[in-house]
């Protein structure tokens, strides 16, 4: 019998490591033994997602919600194929709203619906979100750089600057904020 931890942990690692192929061939093994588990699901989802086979991702993303509704994380990567990959935003819009009745401080679904706003070169409105996020999660690098790009596009660079440094501060290893430094600059 498997131990359904100890596989986990090593197809993590494996999933890290960029061992794609043999992180899912364990995420397999341990849903023969566990298929009610929608960590497991989302894990695969993952994989197929870094595979680019988004198809499958958004099956295995599907089911982890349907395991467990409350799966906040498969819910928002869901949204995200839907507004990086696919495009459609109504279909993003829809679950992110979910994630949010489901999760009300779900930083994540604010920050991508900013992000979806922004798409649209709605500044004023992505604002809005990405100050909610931040609201809920100070620490949130990624907002502080699009709170920079949205305050770039309404041509506002000296608060487009100021976010962007707060982004570097919080991670200083994010390529994104530093190119936007250094354009704005």
Do not use: W
Request: with cysteine.
């Amino acid at each position: 019998m498997l131990n359904i931890s100890e596989a986990s942990d090593k197809a993590n690692k494996l999933y890290y490591a960029g061992d794609f192929k043999s992180a899912l061939s364990l995420y397999y093994k341990i849903l023969a033994e566990d298929i009610d588990n929608s960590a497991n699901y989302y894990n695969i989802a993952l994989v197929y997602e870094a595979l680019n086979e988004l198809e499958l991702a958004i099956s295995y993303y599907k089911k982890s919600i349907a395991v467990n509704s409350n799966n906040i994380r498969s819910i928002d990567n869901l949204a995200c194929i839907f507004i990086d990959n696919i495009k459609d935003y109504k279909t993003a819009e829809l679950y992110l709203d979910y994630a949010i009745k489901t999760e009300p401080n779900d930083a994540e679904a604010y920050n991508l619906f900013g992000n979806i706003h922004m798409l649209n070169n709605d500044y004023k409105t992505a604002l809005a979100y990405f100050k909610k996020s931040i609201a809920l999660d100070k620490n949130y690098f990624k907002n502080y750089y699009d709170i920079a790009v949205a305050y770039y596009g309404l041509n506002k660079k000296d608060e487009a600057i100021k976010n962007v440094k707060k982004s570097i501060e919080l991670n200083p290893n994010f390529p994104m904020a530093k190119k936007l430094l250094q354009e704005i600059l």
